[in-house]
């Protein structure tokens, strides 16, 4: 099942979504109709998008072995095409005399030279060998930065391949992690704080309105105290900020990041 379609199965359609946080007494009577509607498509965005983020990290604990299965198969493979590489090139040497036969051979069939034909085959051959290397490193991107092995990061430098933005993801977060909540606490908090102002409404209750956005993501653990409590933190330290590599779907580990 893909992203979007776990978030809707966790989150009710946008009607019934407006239709249930419109009836908040901390709304009612406070904005016009089309005002209220406007602010909680705004919220739903937020909260399809607080809901992918937790999907996202719960994705990256199965996808990062998956990654390094499919990087071992292709180092495999690069293998096999080294090691035939190897046997070609070592026949010339070991048997230049049946070499000149074999050349005599296709000459006289009008065909090309055997020699010939052999260093082909080698120079495709080490080709091959050398794409499955990028295609390896290109693999090794798709591990989280922050989960990278030192192997995963000199494969990739060999190859001069993008870091993606490496420094905004230092963190692997875990399931369950409070840091999706309370970036979600944020955003929900700044935007009823900017339609207040936009529509020179002061919009109380704030932490019962992001507890019944919990509540309508399926999540009804979250308590107005807690939120409260975390508004209180944020006024003091500022809004969280949330950035997060996207997991990378099954066996879509190498499109898209071609030199």
Do not use: C
Not at 46 to 69: C, H, M, Q, V
Not at 226 to 239: A, C, P, V
């Amino acid at each position: 099942m893909d992203t979007l379609t776990r978030v809707m199965h966790r989150l009710k359609p946008i009607d019934d979504f407006v239709d249930a946080m419109s009836a908040l007494p901390q709304l009612q009577g406070k904005l016009a109709k089309d005002e209220i509607e406007g602010l909680l498509h705004e919220l739903y965005k937020f909260a399809r998008l607080k809901i992918s983020y937790d999907i996202e990290i719960e994705n990256w604990s199965t996808a990062i072995p998956k990654i390094r299965r499919s990087g071992k198969v292709m180092r495999g493979i690069k293998k096999s095409f080294d090691q035939a590489a190897d046997r070609f090139a070592s026949i010339p040497k070991k048997h230049p005399v049946e070499v000149r036969y074999l050349d005599d051979l296709t000459l006289a069939h009008q065909e090309p030279r055997f020699s010939e034909a052999l260093e082909e085959i080698l120079r495709s051959l080490r080709k091959m060998g050398e794409d499955a290397a990028l295609v390896e490193a290109m693999i090794a991107t798709n591990v989280h930065p922050a989960k990278r092995t030192e192997s995963e990061k000199k494969l990739i430098a060999a190859h001069r391949l993008s870091a993606r933005h490496e420094d905004e993801y230092r963190q692997f977060l875990r399931p369950k992690t409070p840091a999706v909540d309370h970036w979600f606490i944020g955003v929900a908090a700044d935007h009823l704080e900017r339609v207040g102002k936009e529509t020179g409404t002061r919009i109380r209750g704030k932490e019962k309105i992001i507890a019944r956005l919990f509540e309508m993501m399926g999540e009804s653990g979250r308590t107005e105290e807690s939120i409260s409590k975390e508004l209180r933190r944020q006024k003091t330290e500022g809004r969280p900020n949330l950035s997060l590599p996207l997991s990378p779907d099954d066996d879509n580990y190498g499109p898209d990041l071609l030199p």
